[in-house]
């Protein structure tokens, strides 16, 4: 209605009395029909913010720029506040969360888990993965430092693989390639050097979050099920009725569609645990993406313990 209103004769002969009216109706009415008719079902509330940007960007486009004065009041001074506001709702929310399932599990929380099981309540499901993702980056690299105790049904899978040096070499790496680049680019192009700056900066700084979560999420058997966690990189779960045969082995793996490695890097990192399934499974990499497998290899620090409990575990479904 309002674009039509926009587009009518009756806004050439009144653009001052019907561009705020208009605005007003888009920025506001709208917004608030939106979030009563949401309110009792399963979308999230905070799909407002992305709702708002569409009004906003639909208002810019049917006004005149003259027309546009409250629009950009809005835009200036408005919005700010509901993305500070929705910002500040999600961590509190999370904190919420951290501390309620602290008080109700006896033992160690993930951050990672807890985050996107919170952010899955308040966000549109699409922007979860991504939001965690960069959240969780953050947090692995620069806040969380204190030593990850590994419990009895628990382990680690990155202190006998090497993965560690290679990832800090690659650190070592970008640090040095971005300061040299830095200066080569700077004598052409100094706007083009500061983004790749920037950009080689955010890779180094999500390394050092990759690596450093690898530490904070071990592998864990809990009832009926095997949790398998590569950091904030690669995930699934399996169900220990699902699998067909588990060995320790180091040989190479055929490739193909079926059979993948618990590591994101790879080839680049040796195995020495395959597990072979009955069914199909899903493994979650970075960002959401999924992709389908049968068997699955991967680096176990304690192999021979780790052998010890999914056989006594499954000798349950013999």
Not at 4 to 28: E, V, Y
Not at 168 to 190: G, M, S
Request: net charge positive; proline share 3%; glycine share 4%.
């Amino acid at each position: 209605m309002m674009i039509i209103l926009a587009k009518s004769s009756f806004f050439t002969t009144n653009p001052n009395t019907l561009s705020i009216g208009i605005t007003f109706d888009l920025l506001l009415t709208v917004p608030i029909i939106y979030f009563m008719l949401i309110r009792k079902t399963n979308i999230p509330k905070t799909s407002v913010v992305p709702f708002l940007i569409i009004v906003m960007i639909i208002c810019s486009i049917i006004l005149p720029v003259q027309n546009q004065y409250y629009l950009n009041l809005f835009k200036t001074w408005i919005f700010p506040i509901v993305e500070l506001s929705i910002v500040s709702y999600v961590i509190y929310n999370l904190t919420k969360a951290i501390k309620l399932y602290r008080l109700n599990k006896g033992e160690n929380v993930d951050f990672f888990t807890t985050l996107k099981n919170t952010c899955y309540e308040i966000l549109p499901k699409n922007l979860v993965i991504p939001v965690v993702t960069e959240i969780a980056v953050f947090y692995y690299g620069f806040i969380y430092w204190k030593k990850r105790k590994i419990n009895e049904n628990e382990f680690s899978y990155h202190k006998d693989s090497g993965t560690i040096s290679l990832l800090i070499a690659i650190i070592f790496i970008v640090a040095i390639e971005t300061v040299v680049l830095h200066i080569l680019l700077q004598k052409w192009n100094v706007t083009v050097a500061w983004i790749l700056t920037f950009l080689s900066i955010y890779s180094g700084i999500q390394l050092l979050g990759f690596l450093k979560s690898m530490s904070k999420r071990p592998i864990f058997i809990k009832d009926d099920k095997l949790y398998l966690r590569y950091g904030i990189m690669n995930e699934t779960t399996i169900d220990l009725k699902s699998i067909d045969s588990i060995e320790i082995s180091s040989k190479d793996l055929e490739r193909n569609t079926e059979t993948r490695k618990l590591s994101f890097l790879g080839e680049l990192e040796s195995h020495n645990i395959i597990i072979r399934l009955k069914q199909v499974n899903e493994l979650t990499g970075l960002y959401g993406i999924k992709h389908k497998y049968k068997n699955l290899a991967l680096h176990i620090d304690k192999k021979n313990e780790f052998m010890t409990r999914i056989n006594n575990a499954l000798q349950q479904w013999v």
